[in-house]
Structure formats: structure tokens, C-alpha cells
């Protein structure tokens, strides 16, 4: 136990340090839009920085490893799929969404599809973010829970409490500036924690001895299951809240298509360094739950290497969540409290109550996702759940950029109502027939607004035959 209090104290002052750097944000954040923008913009590695924070939580390291316990270094390509997805973003639509001057996936559809799928968007997006912020949870009451010697659900409510009066002080400003120093000392940890665990079975050339070979081909997870994570990743990359908000922080598009590119340049060594983890713990560990891989891992360094660790996953921890209560308020703020109080988008500096609502919308979404975590057994799959639901919205924002004539406002609507249903009850039936719920989430945009295009496609046709 003195090892572990020991990290838990070096962690703990860890987060005191982002704390007073938050504090020091707040008095940045004086209104809402300056809460939820920033109030400045920043540069692209920076940005790269504060996205590749964002993406990577406690599940990127709990979860991968989880995985990798089962498969091997296959599980990489759950993070892997990341990287890809920000590759692609950045030639597909990092301009496009700078030069369109929108900071909301919400209000990238109002100006195509209408205010129906504008509010459906805004649901389904919150709906997304708060699955993710269910792993978060889930993943780092696991690691504290271990640390503490107390049981999960006790570390989730506490990890929980401390997350909301985390996020509420320093806005958007804050948050870049701490996930920049998460991002780093995530990096620290899971080297740390990847060095130390190859040690304890005896290097990298004893593993590939004692591991089965499936354990080290890129495919063992299955091309369904890897190609799923590559669409569900890509998807969420296209699509999430904040994303968009992020690149929108820089000042012109060509700074936006490079922060997206360091951002996968930062996502790809995480992930396999993770995966090794899992890797040694199912040799270390053989008969544990492979949720506590990671944890118990964790559990074995001495003081000082475990303490740099947790300072890591406390980082991802609070760098996710922050950026999740953040992007959900944003949209809380502009899809429901100004329509609500019959205000234009440009509210005043002078209004107290606009900040007001984004400071306690802030702290409420950090709150609600506590009971689902305490249920959550496997935080990579709800993770990945979520990573579905927007990939939904990836397949609309591409036919808004490359295809605007392509179906119909009333189809994009349809399309995002059946996904958010179809989607979570295909998960919840345990993704009958082996198709992962990626597939559904993709399939069904698709389907939809190709029926709502042909009546357009067939007057079409007629003119054209009238002409002739």
C-alpha cells in the first residue's frame, strides 16, 4: 500500500499543477463563446497536441491493453484506426470545415439539411459523448481502484466528483493548454509503463518465446472486427464535437490540415505500446480479468515509475472528460439554450447568464455518465459504440462537402433518428450474426438517403425524357 499511496500523492499534486493552471484560464473564460472557443487561436502542433490528448483516455491505454490480453498486438489497430481517420480528415475536411467559419457538427447540418436534423445531430453527438465519457469513467476507476484498494464503483463515483470541478473552471482556453501538458506526460507513462512491463518477462525476445505467434500477427483481432474499428475510428474523427472545435482554434486552413496530420503522427506509437502491455500482462497475469491488465501492471512498479503512470492516466483521465463536457456544452449552449431564450447566436459579453449555463452544463455531463460506468464491463467495445453512433453523421458531413444534391433534408433527419436506435439496439443484441454495429451505423445513411433521393432521380429522369 505505501507504494501505492505514494503514486496516488504524486498524481493527486499532478493534478493540482492543471488545476491552477485552469484557475488561471478562468478569468479568460468571462463569457460563453469565450468558454467554449478559446478566445484566441493556436498553433498547429499545439492543436495536434490537444487532439491526440483528447482521443487518447484511460480507455486508450486500459481498453488496448484489455484487448491485446486477448489478441495480441492486433489491438493497435483500435488506435491505429485513429491515426487513419485523422489522415484522411485532414485532406478531406480540415479546410473545408475551417473555411466554412462553424464550430459545431451541428451547425455544419443546419446549413444543408434544415433545424430538424440540426437538433437530431445535436442529440445524437451528446448521446456519442456521453458513451465516451462511460469508459472513461470505467477505465480509470479500474486504475484507481486498484491504487486505493477500494472497490470500482467507489473510485468512479470519486474520479467522477473530481472531474466535474475540474472542468468547470477554465473553458476552452484550459483545456488546450492541459491536455498539451497530458499529452506529454501520457507519452511518459505508457513508455514507463511498456519498458517496465517487457522487463518483467524478460524482453521483447522472451515474449515473442512465450506468447503464441497469433499474438503477434496484425490480424488476430479478425479483418470484420479491424475493419469496424477503422470505420467507427474514422467515423468519430469526421464527426465529433470536438474535433471541429479544436480546429477551429486555428487561424486559417492550411494550419488545420497540419494539425490534423500531427495528430496521427502522435496516435499510432501510443496504441502499440499499450497493446504490448496487454501483451506481457497475459503472461505475467493468466488468470486475471482482462480488464485489470493495464492496472495490474501498474500495480507491481515501485513508487516513483508507477507515480508517473498514474500522473499519465489521471491526464487522460481529465484531458478526455474535459474535452467531452466542453464539446456537450457547446452544444447544449447553442442548439438549446439560445433558441430557448430567443437570443441570436452572437450574445452579449454582458450576459452572465449564457456563461452560467455553460459553466453548469459543463459540470452536469461530467455527472451523468457515473451509474452506466459502474456497469460497464467492457469499456473498448462501449467505446467503440460511440465511435458507431457518429460514423452516422461522417457519412452526412460527406455528402454535405462532396455530395449536396445527394438525397433530402427529410432523409439525412430520418437517417440519424433510425441510426441512433438501430445502432445501440444492434449492440445491445450482442451484434448478432458476428456484424459489428460500425457496419449498421454505416449502412444506414446510405440506404436512407439513396430511397429519399429517387424521387428526385426519377423527375429528373422524366424532364429529361419531356425535353428529348
Given at each position: 500500500m505505501g507504494a501505492n499511496w505514494t503514486a496516488m500523492s504524486l498524481?493527486?499534486?499532478?493534478i493540482l499543477a492543471m488545476g491552477v493552471i485552469s484557475y488561471a484560464a478562468k478569468r479568460f473564460a468571462n463569457t460563453a463563446h469565450n468558454f467554449t472557443s478559446g478566445g484566441t487561436t493556436y498553433p498547429a502542433l499545439l492543436v495536434g497536441f490537444l487532439l491526440m490528448s483528447e482521443f487518447i483516455g484511460t480507455t486508450a491505454s486500459v481498453g488496448t491493453a484489455q484487448a491485446a490480453y486477448k489478441w495480441g498486438i492486433s489491438a493497435a489497430w483500435n488506435l491505429a484506426a485513429l491515426g487513419i481517420g485523422f489522415v484522411f480528415y485532414a485532406f478531406l475536411f480540415a479546410r473545408k470545415f475551417k473555411e466554412l467559419g462553424e464550430n459545431t457538427i451541428s451547425g455544419v447540418m443546419a446549413k444543408t439539411y434544415g433545424k430538424g436534423t440540426k437538433l437530431a445531430t445535436s442529440i445524437i453527438m451528446i448521446a456519442a459523448l456521453q458513451i465516451v465519457a462511460v469508459s472513461v469513467y470505467a477505465s480509470g476507476g479500474a486504475v484507481l481502484a486498484g491504487l486505493l484498494k477500494i472497490d470500482r464503483a467507489t473510485a468512479i463515483v470519486i474520479t467522477g466528483m473530481v472531474a466535474a470541478l475540474y472542468v468547470s473552471m477554465g473553458g476552452m482556453r484550459s483545456v488546450i493548454y492541459t491536455n498539451v501538458m497530458h499529452a506529454?506526460?501520457?507519452?511518459?507513462g505508457i513508455l514507463v509503463a511498456t519498458a517496465f512491463a517487457l522487463s518483467q518477462v524478460g524482453g521483447m525476445g522472451e515474449l515473442r518465446a512465450r506468447l503464441p505467434a497469433e499474438m503477434f500477427a496484425v490480424d488476430t483481432a479478425g479483418w470484420p472486427q479491424i475493419m469496424a474499428w477503422i470505420l467507427a475510428g474514422t467515423g468519430a474523427v469526421f464527426s465529433t464535437q470536438y474535433v471541429l472545435q479544436a480546429i477551429?482554434?486555428?487561424d486559417n486552413a492550411a494550419k488545420a490540415q497540419r494539425a490534423s496530420?500531427?495528430?496521427?503522427?502522435l496516435?499510432?506509437?501510443f496504441g502499440l505500446a499499450a497493446a504490448l502491455c496487454g501483451m506481457c500482462a497475459s503472461l505475467l497475469f493468466p488468470k486475471i480479468n482482462a480488464l485489470q491488465a493495464f492496472p495490474m501492471i501498474v500495480s507491481q512498479m515501485d513508487s516513483l515509475m508507477a507515480a508517473v503512470v498514474v500522473a499519465g492516466l489521471a491526464g487522460s483521465l481529465f484531458g478526455t472528460i474535459s474535452a467531452i463536457s466542453i464539446g456537450t456544452a457547446t452544444l447544449l449552449y447553442k442548439d438549446f439554450y439560445l433558441p430557448a431564450v430567443h437570443k441570436a447566436d452572437a450574445v452579449t459579453a454582458a450576459d452572465s447568464r449564457a456563461?452560467?449555463?455553460?459553466?453548469i452544463a459543463s459540470t452536469v455531463v461530467c455527472l451523468l455518465p457515473i451509474p452506466l460506468a459502474i456497469f460497464a464491463p467492457d469499456v473498448l467495445k462501449v467505446t467503440f459504440l460511440a465511435k458507431s453512433l457518429r460514423l452516422t453523421l461522417a457519412v452526412l458531413v460527406l455528402f454535405i462537402f462532396y455530395a449536396p444534391q445527394f438525397g433530402t433534408p427529410k432523409g439525412a433527419l430520418t437517417s440519424i433518428l433510425l441510426s441512433l436506435v438501430l445502432t445501440i439496439g444492434w449492440y445491445l443484441a450482442g451484434d448478432p450474426y458476428g456484424i459489428d454495429n460500425?457496419?449498421?451505423a454505416l449502412v444506414i445513411p446510405l440506404i436512407v438517403m439513396s430511397v429519399s433521393h429517387l424521387p428526385r432521380l426519377m423527375s429528373s429522369s422524366r424532364t429529361m425524357r419531356d425535353t428529348a
Open positions: 498524481a493527486i499534486a499532478y506529454i506526460v501520457k507519452y511518459i477551429s482554434t486555428v496530420l500531427y495528430t496521427a503522427l496516435l499510432v506509437p456563461l452560467m449555463f455553460v459553466r460500425a457496419y449498421v
